[in-house]
């Protein structure tokens, strides 16, 4: 296949869902109720549901989706490891903290948003560390350390959080929290996070040449033109704002940034490059399709997003493995 | 006509001084082979002549113009650079790595073109490997995967072109091929620095040797008058049959010499 037609096929499949999710839930509405609640007429409760609860979460699982997608192939390629993920650096598990905090203080009950506007700080600042940490030359080696050095530190904090929180209640409430979904949110989570994840992903979607050359090492990559300083604050760059910013209003979805880039990296016959915008479109199509059905396998409640993931991606991702043992020689 | 050279540098990697006051050039057409015993500095010098490592003292000029105030899309077209044991990360198709040597004739959101492809199926074609050109980079012999490597240098048809250990692991059918390509680019007007350990192939193929110890040049020239008994002696310390054969010289590694008291 193409690049342009695995793009398209792509990218029809993330717009069917992006439909499907608007279309899908408890109550039942047909699509022309709302294609006409979103042009802007139809009935009023039709609005208040298409407005107020799907179209936030579709458009939050979308671009999420995409900065997963497209993050984890970034990381992938520029760490040379399969097993990379938008976490190891550890821009989720700062998220989470600076989320975490907020709860601990009780910040939430004086303004909502306090509580996305404290993840992103998190992430802001566990990447600023990360960057710190893993020194002014190019290597990825150090960026790994200090990735697992920051994780390592912001899930001890985490947990002296959870430990010493005030109440039970609070306790439960960061356990909800950190285990991701899209409950509830509305376009103010939306507006606040849309701007970060699309800036993120622009940057990481211009690094293809340098993860490419990167197929042949650092040497040969530096020799080959590629400014390596440059293409690694890049990655982390874009990486945080993407990433940090969903973690932020949706907190930790796993496996999406793992297991998207995995899928498609043999349609793009390999390519580090290509993988960056067929993940970030493979991505919000997977996204999409979980938060409907953690919608809709159980009638009585939601399932969190975020276990989902973990729950549909681990034995997916040991069937990979699997897969890829027996191709191996 | 392109001349890289290095004057009197010296390079620190952290703290220790693997390059000192090394002086040598390399001109189109030259063949150089960079020898020497494990550790003089054969590898950090061919890194900073490829501009990946910068000088503590000293310069390196590319045709004169020091080779820092260079760009690096500029430096990447004009000097290639071969790393020892490259590894291919991915199962890249055969063909995508060889088309990565014209990323330096991109412009920054242009694909490979027509003439891209071109040039990389002729330096598939010289290298005889235009038949692995779908094979997954991954699943590549050694002798298989030097000549990939050694094509993706030529497509981007370097004027000057630095090979780290070319031929290491290499079985003797694959050296003398390597060797006879490296000579033909040679002979073609690319100025060629090789770095070897094999004093045969160096003595017998290179036009110019270039012998470290311990990161300085203990000897420059041609290969009979570098791979002199003494020198033997006392930078590789062994002592080597030397013959003539078809109007060569060869040398052939043959005892160690004992440790001095």
Not at chain 1, 12 to 40: R, Y
Not at chain 1, 85 to 114: C, K, M, N, R
Not at chain 1, 277 to 290: E, H, I, P, R
Not at chain 2, 146 to 162: K, M, T
Request: aromatic share 4%.
């Amino acid at each position: 296949m193409s690049r342009g037609a695995l793009f398209g096929a792509l990218g029809a499949l993330a717009v069917m869902a992006f439909a499907a999710s608007l279309a899908l839930g408890p109550v039942h509405v047909g699509l022309g109720d709302i294609l006409a609640a979103l042009s802007g007429g139809g009935r009023e409760e039709v609005r208040l549901i298409v407005f107020e609860i799907r179209l936030p979460r579709a458009l939050l699982a979308l671009a999420i989706g995409a900065a997963l997608g497209i993050s984890g192939a970034a990381l992938q390629g520029y760490l040379r490891n399969p097993l990379a993920e938008p976490g190891v650096i550890g821009v989720s598990a700062a998220g989470a903290l600076g989320a975490v905090v907020v709860f601990y203080f009780g910040l939430t009950q004086l303004f909502p948003l306090a509580l996305p506007l404290g993840g992103l700080a998190g992430a802001a600042i566990g990447v600023w560390l990360v960057h710190l940490l893993a020194g002014r030359g190019g290597s990825t080696a150090t960026l790994i350390l200090a990735g697992v050095a920051v994780n390592a530190l912001a899930g001890a904090l985490t947990a002296l959080a959870l430990s010493l929180a005030p109440s039970p209640f609070a306790t439960l409430e960061i356990i909800h929290w950190m285990l991701g979904g899209l409950t509830d949110r509305s376009m103010a989570h939306v507006w606040l996070a849309l701007p970060f994840i699309v800036a993120g992903c622009l940057i990481l979607a211009t690094l293809g040449r340098g993860l490419d050359a990167l197929t042949l090492g650092e040497d040969a990559a530096a020799s080959l033109g590629v400014d390596l300083p440059m293409l690694r604050l890049r990655v982390i760059l874009g990486t945080a704002l993407a990433v940090g910013a969903g973690t932020a209003v949706a907190g930790a979805i796993g496996f999406v940034g793992l297991v998207v880039p995995h899928l498609l990296r043999g349609a793009v016959r390999h390519r580090p490059g290509a993988l960056l915008v067929a993940s970030a479109l493979g991505g919000a199509a997977l996204t999409l399709v979980a938060d409907i059905a953690a919608r809709l396998i159980l009638t009585d409640r939601e399932i969190n997003l975020g276990v989902l993931t973990a729950i549909i991606g681990a034995p997916f991702f040991l069937a990979l493995v699997l897969q890829a043992r027996r191709s191996e020689p | 006509m392109s001349r890289l050279a290095a004057d009197n540098v010296r390079v620190a990697l952290g703290a220790r001084i693997a390059v000192d006051g090394v002086s040598a050039a390399i001109e189109a057409g030259d063949f150089v082979g960079l020898i020497g015993p494990n550790g003089a500095g054969k590898t950090t010098l061919l890194r900073a002549l490829a501009g990946l490592v910068a000088p503590a003292a000293g310069a390196i000029t590319l045709d004169g113009r020091p080779l820092a105030a260079i760009g690096r899309d500029e430096r990447a077209r004009r000097i290639g650079y071969l790393p020892q044991d490259g590894t291919i990360h991915w199962a890249l198709p055969v063909t995508e790595v060889v088309l990565m040597g014209r990323l330096p004739h991109l412009g920054a959101w242009q694909r490979a073109a027509d003439n891209d492809r071109a040039i990389a199926a002729r330096a598939m074609a010289a290298l005889d490997i235009a038949d692995l050109a779908a094979r997954p980079a991954t699943r590549l012999s050694g002798g298989e995967k030097a000549r990939v490597l050694l094509a993706r240098a030529l497509a981007g048809e370097p004027q000057i072109l630095l090979a780290d250990e070319p031929v290491a692991g290499l079985d003797p059918y694959h050296r003398l091929e390597v060797m006879e390509h490296l000579a033909g680019l040679a002979a073609a007007g690319v100025g060629v620095v090789v770095v070897l350990h094999d004093l045969a192939l160096a003595a017998r193929f290179c036009r110019r040797l270039v012998l470290l110890d311990r990161g300085r040049v203990a000897a420059q020239g041609a290969p009979a008058e570098v791979l002199t008994p003494e020198r033997l002696a006392s930078v590789y310390r062994i002592e080597a049959v030397r013959g003539r054969h078809e109007e060569a010289d060869y040398v052939l590694p043959w005892r160690r010499v004992p440790p001095s008291r």
